[in-house]
């Protein structure tokens, strides 16, 4: 499946994660586009969103990390540009602190409804989110 990974990548440990949980789902046998990987011409916002916009236009489907206080805002605009195309939505959320809005919603409830899978594993490894996600992502291509 082509994926687009979407997350926060503004901090070394994010980015981090970010590589780690790409390569290991290209090794699972998916394409990954990356913002971070793939930045635009200049920096400008304009540029910026419309070089993630050609990324989110040639996945099939968006991988989301939900992790933070509250999930990055960007992150959070791709989900529902991914729903709105149609576009399976997967949510990864490691972080044990609760963000909901109520105590069986660890995040937000327009994320969660958006979203065809997600995912909550407290302090998960990298390998353990990729071996996640990637069920998710095959159960939702075989169905």
């Not at 981090?16 to 586009?33: D, I, K, M, S, Y």
Request: proline fraction near 5%.
């Amino acid at each position: 499946m082509k994926i687009y990974l979407a997350g926060p990548l503004f901090t070394t440990p994010e980015r981090e994660f970010n590589v780690q949980l790409a390569a290991r789902l290209r090794t699972a046998g998916h394409e990954v586009w990356v913002p971070q990987e793939n930045p635009a011409s200049e920096r400008s916002a304009r540029a910026i969103f419309l070089k993630d916009l050609s990324g989110l236009e040639w996945a099939d489907g968006v991988v989301a990390i939900m992790d933070g206080a509250d999930p990055d805002s960007g992150t959070c605009w791709e989900c529902g540009y991914a729903f709105g195309k149609q576009k399976p939505v997967v949510l990864f959320r490691s972080d044990f602190r609760g963000t909901g809005d109520s105590d069986d919603m660890p995040y937000n409830a327009m994320l969660i409804g958006a979203a065809d899978a997600h995912i909550e594993q407290h302090l998960a490894s990298v390998d353990d989110a990729a071996a996640a996600i990637d069920a998710e992502l095959v159960r939702l291509a075989s169905g």
